[in-house]
């Protein structure tokens, strides 16, 4: 494609992002798993396409489709599985979004059959999954590293926590409080942290919206 005006900015650059939920197995047919949609996730992946990028989208278990025929998607089911495609991905990426819910825990064992409804209480003891992030942030060479945040307290505080452990160049603070912004909805009320301290709280707007602005900012503080 050529680039008479310009609008291919991210034209020649990799963009890695996950994206959904990820379903961590209890038994042949059961998984811990969460309501993340995968929406905004691949609103970023369709925007970073429109933009020129060469896009990965690692995403967990979602029924979403894609429009752009020049992203390559890479499907998982749990943390684990979407940890070792990130891994492999990764050191050639020049971006990479996590927008991903990965679960925090999975079953430490997984049971070989269908657990039978026998007893009158069942424990599931419950292992920590990698934190595929954190990963990203120690093996930080030169990408442009982006996390989200979901938080009910402490909103900007623990957001900018988890940007410093992390080792972020930015985090999304997404706020579910706020009505219309969430999981399921086609609409998001976010706020940027970047690595510099800037708070930029953001309007409710479509998730498409979002990762316009979300793009814009990455080229301001990377590719200006
Ligand atoms: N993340 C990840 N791998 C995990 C857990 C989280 O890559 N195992 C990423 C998410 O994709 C998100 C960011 O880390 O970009 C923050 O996720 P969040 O759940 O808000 O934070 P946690 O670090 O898991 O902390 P907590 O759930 O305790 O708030
Ligand atoms: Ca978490």
Request: net charge neutral; glycine share 6%; aromatic share 6%.
């Amino acid at each position: 494609e050529e680039d008479i005006a310009g609008k291919l900015p991210l034209r020649g650059k990799k963009v890695l992002i996950t994206a959904g939920p990820t379903y961590e197995a209890i038994d042949p047919v059961r998984f811990i798993g969460n309501h993340s949609s995968g929406k905004m996730g691949f609103a970023i992946a369709e925007t970073a396409a429109s933009l020129g990028a060469s896009v990965v989208l690692v995403c967990g278990p979602t029924h979403l489709k894609l429009t752009h025929k020049s992203v390559e998607r890479i499907d998982v089911t749990s943390a684990e599985e979407m940890f070792q495609v990130v891994k492999s991905q990764y050191p050639d990426t020049d971006i990479a979004i996590a927008a991903a819910a990965v679960a925090d825990y999975r079953p430490s064992a997984v049971a070989d059959q269908k657990i039978k409804k026998q007893a009158a209480s069942l424990q599931i003891n419950l292992e920590p999954t990698p934190d595929i992030l954190k990963y990203m942030g120690e093996h930080k060479q030169n990408q442009f590293l982006v996390g989200f945040a979901l938080e009910t307290e402490n909103e900007i505080e623990n957001a900018k926590g988890k940007l410093s452990r992390k080792n972020l160049d930015l985090i999304v603070l997404n706020s579910l409080n706020d009505t219309g912004a969430g999981f399921k909805t086609e609409t998001n009320k976010v706020t940027f942290i970047t690595r510099e301290g800037e708070i930029l709280p953001q309007e409710l707007k479509p998730k498409e919206a979002v990762a316009q602005d979300l793009f814009q900012l990455i080229q301001q503080k990377r590719y200006a």
